[in-house]
């Protein structure tokens, strides 16, 4: 049964926010698949009681955004293309046209999809990196996107009580990443089509501090850490923060306990190696690659912070995307047009020096990248990883280098890449 959006008398224009370039200006894994793809929104919760920061064992709940490759044994026009509607951190309502249909049949396959889970910062929503879910299911993905509870634009006053949210983020980002993965195995429309044995985790600034500890990685909150954070002060509760903040791999005891599944994180300017809030033994020993990706101007998560995390996680194929003259909003879709009013609305979305549309097209490209070399073992895509030091194509000696793999010439400025060899 399709399901259609209502609209009320003060009705949103869907808007589409992104620009038709050429080809040749963007990366070459930017450009979509041949697949169709479908979304679903799903409500799912977990099947026990949650601890909150204060102690209190409550029903926590998500919903959550899921593109997969789309039935080509249907007339699509049947279904219509989603709407993806949400709020800008001041409460303002906006529309963005989708390019997937909303509940479109699944396309049946032979070898079921693998699953990958985006996780937003904090403030955010479940379709700020809709771009990235398109686009790999237009792939071959099941991808499944959180609004995180308590931790979204229309859950926080950021303007009022900015940090509401914050000590439920800190310990609930990495245990719903967890929770999403099995959540879509087990969800009726998905679990005869995916493979739960192969997955990869997105995450972004809050995101990216789940997902170091979803793929392994221990938190380490001091007492000072527990109380700043969290904003307690009486010394007996600051210890038991730490004893509720300090697991490892969404939220169990050890490392040891991490999901076999996940096989690749993609770390978008991740919170916490400012305040090395991991503990470096646990980052050393996580055993999938890891891509971080920052911008060297970040004063959010800090670039300094998120060099420590890249430093510390020894997966001989973890890397590290520098993009040169960026601060911290290296990952959101373009600004819709009714952030465009205030700078504390826009300044959750732009950036200074680059335009937001090409970030998304670079993360992409990696994103591709990453999932197919080392989540569908598919070796070809290795390669378009294995770029090293600067894009810029300096001439030295007379000639001018080659462009990146995937990038055409002259069209790769501004990044730099480095992996554990020390390239």
């Known amino acids: 049964m399709l399901v259609t959006t209502t609209f009320s008398a003060t009705a949103l224009s869907a808007q589409t926010v992104y620009k038709d370039f050429p080809a040749e200006v963007m990366p070459e894994l930017s450009e979509s698949g041949e697949l169709s793809v479908g979304v679903k929104t799903i409500e799912v919760a977990y099947p026990e009681a949650a601890m909150t920061m204060s102690g209190e064992m409550v029903k926590r709940e998500l919903t959550l955004e899921v593109w997969y490759p789309a039935s080509q044994s249907t007339d699509l026009a049947e279904s219509k293309l989603a709407v993806y509607s949400d709020e800008t951190r001041s409460g303002k309502s906006f529309e963005i046209q989708a390019d997937a249909y909303r509940d479109a049949p699944i396309m049946a396959t032979d070898e079921n999809y693998p699953i990958v889970v985006i996780s937003h910062g904090y403030t955010g929503y479940r379709t700020l990196m809709h771009y990235l879910g398109e686009h790999l299911a237009s792939h071959g993905y099941v991808v499944a996107a959180i609004d995180h509870t308590d931790s979204t634009n229309k859950d926080v006053n950021f303007a009022e009580s900015p940090y509401s949210g914050f000590p439920s983020t800190l310990l609930n980002r990495s245990r719903d990443q967890v929770f999403t993965l099995n959540a879509v195995a087990q969800h009726s429309f998905f679990a005869d089509d995916v493979d739960e044995t192969r997955a990869g985790v997105i995450g972004y600034s809050m995101g990216g501090y789940g997902a170091m500890s979803t793929v392994g990685g221990c938190y380490a909150f001091n007492d000072t850490t527990a109380a700043t954070f969290t904003g307690t002060q009486d010394p007996a509760t600051v210890q038991l923060v730490k004893a509720a903040l300090n697991t490892c791999a969404g939220g169990k005891p050890s490392s040891d306990d991490t999901l076999p599944a996940w096989k690749a994180a993609l770390s978008l300017a991740p919170w916490g190696g400012q305040q090395q809030l991991f503990d470096t033994k646990s980052l050393s020993n996580i055993d999938v690659p890891v891509l971080f990706v920052a911008g060297d101007n970040d004063d959010i998560s800090g670039y300094d912070g998120i060099r420590w995390l890249f430093d510390n996680t020894a997966h001989k194929d973890t890397k590290l ?103």
């Open 321 to 423: 995307l520098t993009i040169k003259n960026a601060r911290h909003n290296v990952a959101p879709h373009p600004a819709p047009k009714e952030a465009y009013g205030s700078e504390f609305d826009l300044g959750s979305y732009i950036e200074p020096a680059w335009e937001e549309q090409k970030l998304n097209a670079i993360n992409e490209h990696f994103a591709l990248a990453l999932m197919n070399c080392h989540v569908k073992a598919m070796p070809d895509y290795c390669a378009f990883l294995e770029v090293t030091g600067s894009s810029d194509q300096v001439p030295s000696g007379g000639e001018t280098p080659a462009p990146w793999k995937g990038f055409d010439n002259r069209w790769a400025l501004g990044l730099l890449m480095e992996g554990k060899d020390g390239k």
